[in-house]
């Protein structure tokens, strides 16, 4: 196994939903990686759900799936958890995202890496860094 250290940045902006999932869960943002991974990325959410805390009614738990498109044409496939803070609330969010495979050199990646981040509700962007490991076969 080959083990990449990642390190970089991610930006995204809301795109539209072509599926039929809850209006609160309509965040479909897409954008660009760079840094350890480089290409574009595309993120669906799921499923959104309350925290349970009525101190802090804003952030919400979600899972969804991305799809990194990397820049020789390989994807990669990843199973998306965290929370985000929602209007109108501050705006944070946090990710943990597990890699299920891909296409090409991709096929079998292993892995996970941390996001973190801000979310413009108004612009419909996120923006934000990642740390974590990506490994794939020799």
Known sequence: MRHSNVNPWLEASKQPCSR???????????????????????????KIISNGEPEVP??????????????NGDQLF???????DLPPGK????????????????ANA??????RGDFNPVEGTTSGDYLGEVCTAQ
């Open 91 to 106: 705006g944070g969010f946090a990710s943990l995202i597990t890699f299920t495979g891909g296409t090409g050199s991709m």
């Open 58 to 71: 804003t952030i919400m738990f979600f899972t969804g799936h991305s799809i990194v498109s990397l820049k």
């Open 20 to 46: 039929r999932i809850p209006a609160q869960a309509r965040l479909v943002p897409a954008g660009r990686v760079w840094g350890g991974v480089q290409g574009t990325y595309r993120f669906t959410m799921d």
């Open 78 to 84: 990843g199973t998306d958890t965290g929370t985000i």
């Open 110 to 115: 292993t892995g996970q890496i941390r996001l």
